[in-house]
């Protein structure tokens, strides 16, 4: 069975390789296509390409339809009819440039003939800077060498190395530049003197370098140090031992060191070291790296290569330098402040060692209170001291070897004064990571300042913990900064300058960012209130992630609901305090829709949300409803006092105007009483009006209605008639001089209902002052009237007798005491006032009427 499979395996790869041979010979069955000069041209030579049919093997009746097309790179670049053809190809390029010719016959597809594949390319180069090594005593020898410009050709290298007593070393290889020659130069010989040549060949031609001598130094290298220890004496970096292991015949060792991430060497020979050599300038608890190179010789051969790198930390030591302070206040109340003492850290050569806590001394400078002492690992401390008092304090570093001088500074009020403070700060943005800060000296105490101090912190608003602060300290001299530590873009930073003294400080601050670009949302309205008739509007910070910047304003837009107008806005200054601003202009009982935005440098945010409002006025309206209720308790009490009350009548009836005035009718001068006039045929003598009325019982109400004309009763003087005694009965009537009336309506009177002809008589009696009454000429033969039925001056007789024409007084008027009425009004009145008062007189309300019934 086994040897069944064998015979069936050996028949299997005869069959293969017959098939491959068979294809082989197949590929050109039809003709053959030849290349003249050769294969392999140079550059720039024609080649000329030939096609040719076997024979009966072009198609099958005649010849003349035998179609050859030949193909260059895939391209169609001849076509002959006929047996065979040649043609010549110019301009090819470097490298390998494949042809094919295909028949083609009518009705059938296209059948390759054959092809050829052309070569072109260069002479190969002499070969120059070549080289050989031999790493170590024992390695082989290596060489290198440049082969020049490439010859897009085969090309093959031999390398020679003939040394004393004509020995030969040769090896090759194909397009290569360096060749390993599989053998060691041995070491008895180290002046022998060594020559090495290099020759490259390809089909176009061959070069050769010149002979290149060597000695064996100058090829055998030592192998690099290795086995490399450091060790620090009495753990002090005053004394560092080094030690490696290297060739037995290496005479100069060369070492080089330097701190971690420094970009400098430094460098150290060392002669016959044999493996040992000792440092004493290496720095405190700082990381060296080390590297250690050899040579077989003083003068002659190479270096080694660098061995690997040795990195290793120096010891620590006691720490150098002082730290940079500086601090902070805040008051609490009326007898305590907060004191924040921040410091940096300090560098590596300062530190010389692992800090592992700070000291902090507070004490006040008096003396009179105990002195705080107080650790901590962190760079900063707060604590909390009177506001009375000056004080001091001090920090100082410390490590596993000791503490550093302490730095010592006392506590002032950084912006006390005010004569100290600088002015005309600015601050603009360099590139993304720094800002220039520059500001003007105190104008009257420039020559008080020792330093100033550069302080910012990035502004978030509420956050806790507070961001990082950064200082820095400035020179008297300099008026601005460059400030980049913790600066990043899209943030705005709170920046202070401080310009101190020996113990009073003045600052000036500003806003600031590397960067900026509009905000990315607006601010969010949290509460609408009202108060006062005022709207109080609160609202939310914008994240500071999405400020991208310092924020200078913020704006509150307002319109009214489904208004389609543009907006009103108030722009407010921004302060990272202040979170409610008051709007004033808008109206009560109007539905209004409010937002926000926020403004950078760069631009305006979008809105904020939305809100809606409604003023309702409510404090106005209770203004007025208190404000109302007091003034009619206070009108009241005033008329519930009839003294008052009767000034106030007589002050407005003063001060009432002419059109809103209203006459009041006199009975004495009625249209009634002239109407009647035949009433007077029928009074009774003088003697029957004087008899007693009856007095069992008092007299029905007589009912009176106002005749409204409007009279214009004018008055030259006032004057006051002189009565007789009660018992002589005496009347004078007024004279024309005294009284003028003029009717200017032609209303009608109104009903004046009578129930008794007495009244009539009384009526006569009251109206027989007329306007055609003399003195010479008296009315009535009366001659006594009861003074309990006279008529009273007041609201009978008018006022306004300064509006009479002028008029002779009579006689009797003259030796009457001139009495002038005083008008309160600014207007022209035409109403009743009361005459002025002549002694005793009679009023309505003291006024009885009767009748009686004529016998």
Known sequence: MAHAIRECSLALTFLTLWLL??????????????????????????????????????????STLNKLILYKSGQEVSVHHGQSFSFQATDLPLGKTVFVCKLACIRSDESQVCGVEISVGVVPEQPRS??????????????????????????????????PKNTTWKNHCHNCDHLDLGTSLKPELPESRFLAKVTGTNGLGSASSSPFPYTFLDIVRPLPPWDIRINFLNASVSRCTLRWEDEERVMLNRLRYRPRNSEF?????????????????????????????????????????????????????????TLDVWYMKQNIDSERQRLSLFWKNLSTSEA?????????????????????????????????????????????????????????????????????????????????????????????????????VVEWRALHPGSFPQPPLSWLRIPPYNLSAQI???????????????????????????????????????????????????????WNHIPVQEQMGCILHYRIYWKERDSSSQPELCEIPYRSSQSSHPINSLQPGVTYVLWMTALTAAGESPQGNEREFCLQGKANWKAFVASSICIAIITVGIFSVRYF????????????????????????????????????????????????????????????NEVFYQMIP??????????PERE????????????????????????????????????????????????????????AIPVDYLPSHEGYLPSNIDDLPPQENSPTDSLEPQHQHISLSVFVSSSLHPLTSCGERLTLDQLKMGCVTPS
């Open 130 to 163: 070549l080289s050989c090594i031999q790493k170590g005593e024992h390695g082989n020898v290596t060489c290198t060498w440049d082969p020049g410009r490439n010859t897009c050709l085969s090309t093959n290298y031999t390398f020679q190395l003939t040394g």
């Open 352 to 452: 010389r060692g692992n800090i592992l806590y700070y000291q902090v001394t507070l004490q006040e400078m008096t003396g009179r209170r105990t002195a705080l002492q107080n650790s901590t690992e962190r760079t900063s401390w707060t604590w909390v001291i009177p506001r009375t008092g000056t004080w001091a304090a001090t920090v100082s570093a410390a490590n596993s070897k000791g503490s550093s001088l302490p730095t010592r500074i006392t506590i002032v009020h950084l912006c006390g004064t005010g004569l100290l403070a600088p002015h005309q700060i600015s601050a603009n943005s360099e590139n993304m990571d720094n800002i220039v800060v520059a500001w003007q000296p105190p104008e009257k105490a420039a020559s008080a300042v020792w330093e100033y």
């Open 21 to 62: 041979v068979k294809a082989n010979i197949d590929v050109c069955k039809r003709g053959q296509v030849t290349a003249k000069p050769s294969h392999v041209v140079p550059l720039g030579s024609p080649v000329i390409i030939s096609c040719s049919l076997k024979p009966r093997q072009g198609c099958l009746y005649y």
């Open 265 to 321: 060497w430094n460098m150290v020979n060392v002669t016959n070291a044999k493996g040992r050599h000792d440092l004493q300038d290496l720095r405190p608890f700082t990381e060296y790296e080390f590297q250690i190179s050899s040579k077989l010789h003083l003068y002659k051969g190479s270096w080694s290569d660098w061995s690997e790198s040795v990195k290793i930390q120096t010891p620590e030591e006691e720490p150098t330098g």
């Open 645 to 704: 009350r009767q000034k106030v009548f007589a002050l407005f009836s003063t001060l009432r105007p002419q059109w809103c005035g209203r006459e009041i009718p006199d009975p004495a001068n009625s249209t009634w009483a002239k109407k009647y006039s035949i009433v007077e045929k029928m009074l009774l003598p003088m003697d029957s009006l004087l008899m007693a009325w009856p007095a069992p019982e008092e007299p029905e109400p007589l009912i009176i």
């Open 484 to 538: 980049s530590a913790n600066i990043k873009p899209y943030t705005c930073y709170e920046i202070h300058v401080h310009a101190l003294s020996e113990s009073q400080g003045g600052c000036i601050s500003i806003l600031g960012d590397s960067k900026h670009k509009a905000p990315l949302s607006g601010p969010h309205i949290s509460n609408i209130t009202e108060e006062k008739g005022s709207l109080f509007i609160s």
């Open 728 to 783: 002589q009965g005496v009347h004078h009537s007024s004279s024309k001089e005294d009284t003028v009336y003029t009717s200017s309506s032609s209303q009608p009177s109104r009903t004046l209902t009578v129930e008794t002809r007495q009244l009539v008589d009384l009526y006569k009696v009251l109206g027989n002052r007329v306007p055609d009454s003399k003195l010479d000429n008296p009315i009535s033969p009366l001659t």
């Open 714 to 723: 004018v008055f030259r003087h006032p004057h006051c008639p002189r009565w």
